[in-house]
């Protein structure tokens, strides 16, 4: 899952994704297509991809949020951050976790 992080998924391809990685899931095993998803993700260890999406791309945004000012990532991030359709993403993910985050003074960005 190299580059989940900075990418822009919609629920669709996020969606198709699972399938993908359900069909892969019981090729590996060798278990029959009628076999419980549930089952085949507890054997391999997996949890749903959009999960691992959705925790890759806020662990990269506090990350970001962390580095310093010099850093180009940084000032790219800084300079695209009223615009971008990541950012409404990142700020999608944390409602639907209930995640509250608080700005430099103080003020409420998550609720």
Request: contains cysteine; hydrophobic residues 45%.
């Amino acid at each position: 899952m190299c580059g989940v992080n900075v990418m822009a998924w919609n629920g669709e391809g996020i969606e198709k994704l699972e399938v993908l990685q359900n069909r892969v899931g019981c090729l590996a095993l060798d278990a029959p297509k009628w076999t419980a998803v549930e089952a085949v993700r507890g054997d391999l260890g997996w949890s749903l991809f959009s999960e691992s999406v959705i925790k890759a791309v806020l662990n990269y945004k506090v990350k970001i949020e962390r580095m310093e000012i010099k850093n180009w990532v940084k000032q790219i991030f800084e300079w695209n951050l009223s615009e971008s359709l990541w950012k409404n993403i990142c700020w999608g993910h944390a409602r639907k976790l209930k995640i509250q985050k608080t700005d430099r003074i103080g003020r409420c960005i998550f609720q």
